[in-house]
């Protein structure tokens, strides 16, 4: 305990006399789209260090990094910038060029210089101070083509595997981020681990789409790990335990909280059209006042149905016209029980992907094979969590990508999970490389826990910006 006091103290030491600050206030332009990072630009000496990776991404250069030699190299169009952590000289095709301020790590971050990035790529970067934007513009013919939105405006849905249960986390385009309920209270640490590992250190927009345990247990580790700004809850009361705790942990730290009115939307991320569609009226029990909510990322959207029943699903056909329900993606109704997900209004959302959430060998008997066999049916995609492990779905508004533990989903011309077996492959990789592994690989085994990061597939890894290693060749 007292040797992790001391390393922060010259952690905090060592930064202060960097002259470092976070500069959340800086906005960085790139041919007039804004970015956004998941760790906000530094300014170090009158200079603006921005991540590494999200600035190379946004440029369109591959990134290749060098973690014995610290070393970053960028490629576009033919130039070649090398850029070494710590060393204030980089090289443009071979060239040296000076820097102000070296590239560095911060917590945990490789954080570069975006001045030298973006002109070493032939872009024009200026800074307004009275704005406190740089604005960088790509030189003629080399910029991306405006139709190619830039990376960062992706959607990213996390269906969480929290066991019999649900939490759904989404981290917009903007950066803000959206926890849906947060499963039973025996999942809160794992919950809690899994949002640190998508980068999460505080969290805008509780749901708690209703007061089961399933769906509000982990959330008490939740509120006590993360600062969070507002709760919506469906306002159907609840005489567990578990919620009681939940409210006077929520009154305890003085957290919004609101209740769900239909029709009101949630303002969190302009890129995304959020509407409550539920509850529109009081009904007999928890799971039919679940709150349900549509988001609309431009072309694509998503339902999410907490424990919502047939008698919910009615009353919301009788309320909403068919684009409204129609939906890519759907958080299929109370863990694929037989009770939610009735023929008309599967019909009406006729969903692509249909996700389901549940633990392996609940008491319900959950998933119902009827509601699988009608999903299926209707050629949607099958997602569980129990099977597939933790289910990641981007969107970059015109299309969706699913990435999950198995990459399997369950469609009438694939597996068959009864059974039979699944082989369930991850691979992992350091957040101080861009290499990923074999579990098994002995560098993957090297690898400090605390700077491991797991994904789900290799296309996963991909996207990531990671790259196979070379000895174990996943
Ligand atoms: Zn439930
Ligand atoms: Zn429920």
Redesign the pocket.
């Known amino acids: 305990m007292k040797k992790i006091f001391i390393l922060l103290l010259v952690l905090v030491l060592a930064l202060s006399l960097c002259g470092t600050a976070t500069a959340s206030d800086i906005s960085v332009k790139l041919n007039g789209s804004q970015l956004s990072f998941d760790v906000p630009p530094t300014l170090d000496n009158g200079r603006t260090l921005v991540p590494l990776r999200a600035i190379f991404e946004a440029i369109g250069a591959d990134v290749k990094w060098d973690g014995d030699t610290q070393t970053v190299t960028a490629t576009k169009d033919g130039t070649v910038v090398a850029l070494t952590i710590g060393s204030k000289t980089a090289y443009k095709n071979n060239g040296p060029v000076e820097l102000d301020v070296p590239g560095k790590i911060i917590n945990q971050r490789t954080l570069v210089p975006l001045r030298f990035v973006g002109e070493a790529f032939g872009s024009n970067v200026v800074w307004d101070g009275n704005t406190r934007t740089i604005t960088i513009t790509s030189g003629s013919g080399s910029g991306s083509p405006p139709s190619d939105p830039p990376t960062k405006s992706k959607m990213k849905a996390h269906f969480i595997d929290v066991g019999?249960?649900?939490a759904i986390l989404i981290q917009f385009p903007n950066g803000k981020s959206m926890l849906v309920d947060g499963g039973p209270r025996t999942a809160g640490e794992k919950l809690v681990s899994y949002l640190k590992k998508a980068g999460i250190t505080s969290i805008d927009i509780v749901v708690a789409t209703?007061p089961?345990e399933?769906?509000i247990g982990g959330l008490l580790n939740v509120l006590n790990n993360f600062p969070v700004n507002k709760v919506i809850d469906s306002g159907y009361p609840h005489t567990s335990k578990t919620y009681e705790d939940y409210l006077s942990l929520i009154d305890q730290k003085d957290i919004s909280f609101e209740i769900a009115h239909a029709f009101n939307s949630i303002n969190i991320d302009p890129g995304v059209k959020i509407t409550i569609l539920h509850p529109g009226t009081t009904m007999a029990d928890s799971?039919n006042n679940s709150i349900v909510l549509k988001l609309q990322h431009n072309q694509v959207g998503f339902l999410l149905t907490?424990?919502a029943e047939a008698e919910a699903e009615k009353y919301l056909m009788e309320r909403t016209d068919a684009t409204t329900l129609k939906s890519d993606i759907l958080k299929v109704g109370?863990?694929g029980s037989r009770t939610s997900t009735s023929d008309a209004f599967l019909k009406k959302v006729s969903p692509s992907t249909s996700i389901i959430m549940l633990g392996e060998d609940n008491s319900y008997g959950h998933p119902h094979s009827e509601t699988i066999t009608k999903l299926v049916k209707i050629g949607s995609e099958v997602y569980q969590t129990n099977v597939n492990g933790h289910i990641v779905v981007f969107s970059d508004g015109n299309k969706v990508n699913v990435f999950t533990v198995s990459d399997k989903p369950i469609s009438s011309d694939s597996v068959v999970i009864e059974g039979g077996e699944v082989t369930l492959q991850r691979y992992v990789g350091s957040i101080k490389s861009d290499k990923y592994h074999y579990p098994s690989c002995r560098y993957a085994q090297s690898i400090n826990p605390e700077n491991e990061t797991w994904f789900n597939s290799k296309s996963d890894a991909q996207t990531a910006g990671y790259v196979p290693c070379g000895v174990c060749k996943p």
């Open positions: 019999q249960g649900d209703h089961h399933d769906h799971n907490g424990d109370h863990h």
